[in-house]
């Protein structure tokens, strides 16, 4: 089939995704939004490509700032498109949904079947605790955006049950809307390989970066409750940066006042070769961050037979089966999460079989060519 991503901010995991269905035959163009103007067309494989349209400046911006530059974007699609449309469109984010509605009706191609992806939906933000995503200024001008986009498509996806029901509140029907998750390389996250030096200590693990919004700031105070445990945070700005990192100072400034500072490691970014070896190192990976729809670091430490803390939101709800396959916590307090670390790292039998469960779990649910066949199954439903 031929399919045409409309994603004018181009995310990494769209590229797996096209190089995944093109191996099943589909003929896939990514229209990504030039950021450089030496970007014109990239050959990724045979049948799969990206093609940088001019829309806007020639560097990257955000969401907001993209908005005045849709339009063009999607004039440039319906002249790229000619008399020879996609039999599917797939548009992910707003942008991208916004773009491709452009382009149908600049091109008179309103009859081509629409999937409309969604990522980090605006209209699931709240008062929910420490799980939601950091409040935006176009809180509500975004969800209204998300309701008309998930009426007009054929049909629509999201990458966990939670952001589903936020849909289904908008008035997008329930039939309309499919869950397909998140997913990882599982020949690169594997248990088989070698993992990454050591100490002594039990070593806990974040990949989240120095952030302590991002949920280490308590995990560094709870340290303090788990003796004998280390806290690697992985991510970030390149080592060298560190010392002047403003997330990486507080960090740093917490870790002393709780007595940890000698057990917590900053890493800064880590070279994606290391990742699968950095994480096969850690006795109990730590997804505490906000909302992540996706839950990539739970699913990348599942796939390495590493046992998962995650939060008890998004993604993680249905990956992470409390117990069986990993663990959940809701209790995001530094006192709640030392005592949950506490019981667990009590308990080396338990962890183990999370770790066991949890790669079979990635394995049968999360890879690439599993993801990549629910997604051409899509296309071929809203074609018939």
Not at 44 to 59: D, N, R
């Amino acid at each position: 089939m031929r399919i045409a991503m409309i994603a004018p901010d181009h995310p990494a995991r769209l590229t797996t995704l096209a190089l995944e269905l093109g191996r099943l035959g589909d003929d896939i163009t990514i229209h990504a939004r030039r950021v450089s103007p030496l970007k014109r067309r990239t050959t990724l494989a045979p049948g799969v490509a990206v093609e940088y349209l001019p829309a806007g400046p020639e560097h990257p911006v955000d969401g907001a700032q993209l908005l005045p530059h849709l339009g063009e974007f999607g004039r440039r699609l319906a002249a790229r498109w000619g008399d020879r449309p996609p039999e599917v469109v797939h548009a992910h984010g707003w942008t991208g949904g916004l773009a491709a509605l452009a382009g149908s009706q600049s091109h008179g191609s309103a009859r081509t079947p629409v999937l409309q992806s969604f990522e980090l939906l605006d209209c699931r933000c709240g008062p929910r605790g420490p799980a939601s995503p950091p409040k935006r200024a176009n809180r509500g001008a975004q969800a209204r955006l998300e309701r008309a986009l998930g009426r007009t498509a054929v049909a629509s996806t999201v990458a966990c049950t939670q952001d589903k029901d936020a849909l289904i509140r908008l008035g997008v029907p329930r039939n309309r809307i499919s869950v397909v998750p998140g997913a990882v390389d599982i020949g690169k996250f594997t248990t088989r390989e070698p993992a990454y030096p050591r100490g002594e200590q039990t070593r806990l693990l974040m990949t989240t970066g120095p952030v302590p919004e991002g949920g280490a700031g308590a995990v560094v105070r709870a340290l303090a409750g788990v003796p004998g445990a280390e806290l690697v945070i992985a991510g970030g700005p390149e080592p060298a940066s560190l010392e002047t990192d403003p997330g990486a100072g507080r960090l740093r400034l917490l870790a002393k006042e709780a007595g940890v500072d000698d057990r917590v490691i900053l890493l800064g970014k880590v070279p994606a070769r290391v990742a699968p070896r950095l994480i096969r190192s850690a006795d109990l990976m730590l997804a505490l961050g906000p909302y992540d729809p996706y839950g990539t670091a739970a699913l990348e430490a599942m796939a390495c037979g590493v046992p998962v803390m995650a939060t008890r939101a998004g993604g993680h709800l249905d990956t992470v089966l409390d117990g069986v396959t990993g663990l959940l916590i809701s209790d995001l307090t530094p006192s709640g999460i030392a005592r949950r670390l506490r019981a667990s790292l009590a308990d080396p039998t338990l962890l183990q079989a999370l770790g066991i469960a949890g790669a079979d779990r990635v394995r049968a649910r999360h890879s690439w060519p599993r993801i990549a066949a629910e997604t051409h199954r899509l296309y071929e439903e809203i074609t018939c």
